[in-house]
């Protein structure tokens, strides 16, 4: 069974620093793309970032985290990450890892990103 676990969410005042992990495991295949979205309480889950394979050239950003937040990934490994600096109040948020390719889609169990002072 496919498993996505996310870890590195917490507490961080404005300003700051955050990185988020997922691994997968269970797989014995690599997944086309990895990435990450996030529900805010009220809100519908949006996409934050997603790279496809290794390409760094093959990555998307939410407006919102253009130039501030960094996906990178190891296929090998199945891993992602999503560096986040300068966080905002508004990024404050249930993150979540997705990975999957072509027919077949996995979500993480979400990890808490609280940007508060």
């Known amino acids: 069974q496919v498993q996505l676990v996310e870890s590195g969410g917490g507490l961080v005042q404005p300003g700051g620093s955050l990185r988020l992990s997922c691994s997968a495991s269970?797989?014995?295949?690599?997944?086309?793309?990895m990435g990450w979205y996030r529900q805010a309480p009220g809100k519908e889950r949006e996409q934050v970032a997603t790279?496809?394979?290794?390409?760094?050239?093959?990555?998307y950003y939410a407006d919102s985290v253009k130039g501030r937040f960094t996906i990178s990934r190891d296929s090998a490994k199945n891993t992602v990450s999503l560096q986040m600096n300068s966080l905002k109040p508004d990024d404050t948020a249930v993150y979540y890892c997705?990975?999957?390719?072509?027919?077949?889609?996995?979500w993480g169990q979400g990890t808490q990103v609280t940007v508060s002072s």
């Open positions: 790279i496809i394979d290794n390409n760094t050239d093959g990555t």
């Open positions: 997705n990975g999957g390719g072509l027919g077949y889609d996995y």
């Open positions: 269970g797989s014995d295949f690599t997944f086309h793309f």
